[in-house]
């Protein structure tokens, strides 16, 4: 079955832009994660949704913003960016059954550098 | 405040000897904790999880992690290290009620032939 597919993979903005990052989960699953990756923090959680509500939130400022449609995919989206926006922004889908702790599957991410 | 820690940044192993790549966490409650690994330029893969049972979790690619509850560990290993074993690789603990993982901070592991 497809996998977790993030668009674009690759994406260059200058900085005060904004930009909105795709990401399709699996077939069924109904959580998805978002998460930056940078050098120096590491892996950060950003937001989950699920069932197209936000479930958790990370300790983001307001210009990080989600959302997820009802059929699971689901955009974030960064206004006024920043230099230090510059990350690999990795999403996650999970199935979430009732009662199940599932593992947690990643996309390929989207490359943002902010000039 | 739930955190995991990897100790070491870097890992160096000898091809076919066995490896460790430490875990320690800090939960309230139960833990839910997962190995992931992420080659070059590339999402993170799941290795394995451990949720309840047994002690020693088998996963993909001949690893296995023993969660260890008194030492608050969950050591990832495999007998026999392999070239395309190097990546990195990340620990991780799930937050309950929600689907937030906590990651560490990673840690390079390189397997020399």
């Known amino acids: 079955k497809a996998g977790v597919t993030q668009t674009p993979r690759y994406l260059i903005k200058t900085r005060g832009q904004q930009v909105t990052l795709s990401c399709s989960p699996i077939s069924g699953h109904r959580s998805v994660s978002w998460y930056q990756q940078t050098p120096g923090q590491g892996l950060q959680f950003l937001f989950e949704y699920f069932s197209e509500t936000q479930r958790n939130k990370g300790n983001f400022p307001g210009r990080f913003s989600g959302r997820q449609f009802s059929n699971s995919r689901s955009e974030m989206n960064v206004s006024t960016l920043e230099l230090g926006d510059s990350a690999l922004y990795l999403c996650?889908?999970?199935?979430?059954?009732?009662?199940?702790?599932?593992?947690?599957?990643f996309g390929s991410g989207t490359r943002l550098t902010v000039v | 405040a739930q955190s995991v820690a990897q100790p070491e940044d870097q890992v160096n192993v000898a091809e076919g000897n066995p490896l460790t790549v430490k875990c320690t966490y800090s939960v309230s409650g139960n833990p839910y904790l997962f190995w992931y690994v992420q080659y070059p330029n590339r999402g993170l893969q799941f290795l394995l999880k451990y949720i309840t049972g047994d002690n020693l979790v088998k996963g993909s690619y001949g690893f296995e992690a023993e969660f260890n509850k008194s030492q608050t560990s969950f050591h990832l290993k495999k007998p026999s290290a392999l070239v395309s074993d190097s990546a990195l690789y990340f620990c991780a603990v799930r937050v309950h009620g929600g689907g937030k993982l906590i990651f560490g901070q990673g840690t390079e592991l390189s397997v020399k032939p």
């Open positions: 996650a889908s999970s199935l979430e059954g009732k009662g199940a702790v599932d593992g947690y599957t």
